[in-house]
């Protein structure tokens, strides 16, 4: 006889039911965010709500020019790559040594850096800004991104450590017979069927530097320096007192989002499966 399939059950359709209501509501924000950054200021004062009568494109020219949206999405592309290249390239490494060293110093090892995931950035924040102002690397794109380095280290190397935990040791010793020594197996052979967790995790730390607002605001004050999120901040300050542009803040929040819904849109299925692997490990 055939099995058949069960339907869902009340609460399935419930939950399915709010899932679906969720994502229509974070899409009609969008939607409005996009249109609102589309209109003038005094239309979006009158109407909250509506449909830009006459498209007003030069709010993004105001804010690209005016706002410095320009430089600092540059500094924000740099950085962000820049910081989030070099943790995977440093804790993909560490990773690799705890997944595979059972042992009880490796153990505690892994959770001394899922620890460090606890840890409020606010407690970090003056004495990285001390110890940054002591080595002359505040207001340096090199520091900021060193710093975004630090930050990174706790949770890429606890995910990475799933991935590699979950490479079969058998690739390893077919490695060894071949006459490949721990590095050579590594970078040829580990790190090709890990590409999906460096990928996965390269692309988190990007979204995490990309959107962090705090240690970039501490760090960095000239106009050439600062990144999109503290550039969207100080526009909206300097609009308080000079009348606010409402058009143009938002043209400001949509350079900042374009680019995290691109991501998302091409490679958000890789980013969700990629967090699941190795969970059961």
Same mark, same amino acid.
């Given at each position: 006889?055939?099995?058949?399939?069960?339907?869902?059950?009340?609460?399935?359709?419930?939950?399915?039911?709010?899932?679906?209501?969720?994502?229509?509501?974070?899409?009609?924000?969008?939607?409005?965010?996009?249109?609102?950054?589309?209109?003038?200021?005094?239309?979006?004062?009158?109407?909250?709500?509506?449909?830009?009568?006459?498209?007003?494109?030069?709010?993004?020219?105001?804010?690209?020019?005016?706002?410095?949206?320009?430089?600092?999405?540059?500094?924000?592309? &740099?950085?962000?790559?820049?910081? @989030?290249? +070099?943790?995977? #390239? =440093?804790?993909?490494? %560490?990773?690799?040594?705890? *997944?595979?060293?059972?042992?009880?110093?490796?153990?505690?090892?892994?959770?001394?850096?899922?620890?460090?995931?606890?840890?409020?950035?606010?407690?970090?924040?003056?004495?990285?800004?001390?110890?940054?102002?002591?080595?002359?690397?505040?207001?340096?794109?090199?520091?900021?991104?060193?710093?975004?380095?630090?930050?990174?280290?706790?949770?890429?190397?606890? &995910?990475?450590?799933?991935?590699? @935990?979950? +490479?079969?040791? #058998? =690739?390893?010793?077919? %490695?060894?017979?071949?006459? *490949?020594?721990?590095?050579?197996?590594?970078?040829?052979?580990?790190?090709?069927?890990?590409?999906?967790?460096?990928?996965?995790?390269?692309?988190?730390?990007?979204?995490?530097?990309?959107?962090?607002?705090?240690?970039?605001?501490?760090?960095?004050?000239?106009?050439?320096?600062?990144?999109?999120?503290?550039?969207?901040?100080?526009?909206?300050?300097?609009?308080?007192?000079?009348?606010?542009?409402?058009?143009?803040?938002? #043209?400001?929040?949509?350079?900042?989002?374009?680019?995290?819904?691109?991501?998302?849109?091409?490679?958000?299925?890789?980013?969700?499966?990629?967090?699941?692997?190795?969970?059961?490990?």
């Amino acid at each position: 006889m055939r099995s058949r399939r069960s339907s869902p059950g009340p609460a399935t359709r419930i939950g399915t039911a709010v899932v679906w209501v969720l994502v229509a509501a974070d899409l009609l924000l969008l939607l409005w965010v996009f249109l609102t950054s589309l209109r003038s200021g005094p239309d979006i004062l009158r109407h909250g709500f509506g449909l830009p009568t006459s498209p007003k494109l030069g709010n993004y020219t105001t804010a690209l020019d005016y706002g410095g949206f320009g430089r600092a999405a540059l500094n924000s592309v &740099l950085v962000s790559v820049a910081a @989030a290249a +070099v943790a995977v #390239a =440093l804790a993909a490494p %560490a990773a690799y040594a705890l *997944a595979r060293r059972r042992s009880r110093t490796s153990s505690a090892l892994t959770m001394t850096f899922a620890l460090g995931l606890g840890v409020p950035g606010q407690v970090l924040v003056v004495p990285l800004f001390v110890g940054m102002a002591n080595l002359n690397l505040t207001d340096n794109d090199f520091g900021l991104a060193l710093v975004y380095v630090g930050l990174a280290m706790p949770f890429t190397v606890f &995910l990475l450590t799933g991935f590699f @935990a979950s +490479v079969p040791g #058998a =690739l390893e010793e077919a %490695a060894v017979l071949d006459g *490949a020594g721990p590095l050579r197996s590594f970078v040829q052979v580990v790190l090709p069927v890990a590409r999906g967790g460096l990928i996965t995790a390269f692309l988190l730390q990007f979204i995490a530097n990309w959107n962090e607002t705090l240690f970039a605001i501490v760090l960095t004050n000239s106009q050439n320096k600062i990144t999109l999120p503290v550039a969207l901040a100080e526009f909206v300050a300097s609009q308080q007192y000079n009348g606010m542009d409402y058009g143009t803040m938002f #043209a400001g929040v949509c350079i900042i989002l374009a680019p995290m819904i691109a991501l998302f849109s091409w490679m958000g299925s890789r980013i969700i499966s990629g967090m699941t692997v190795g969970i059961g490990k």
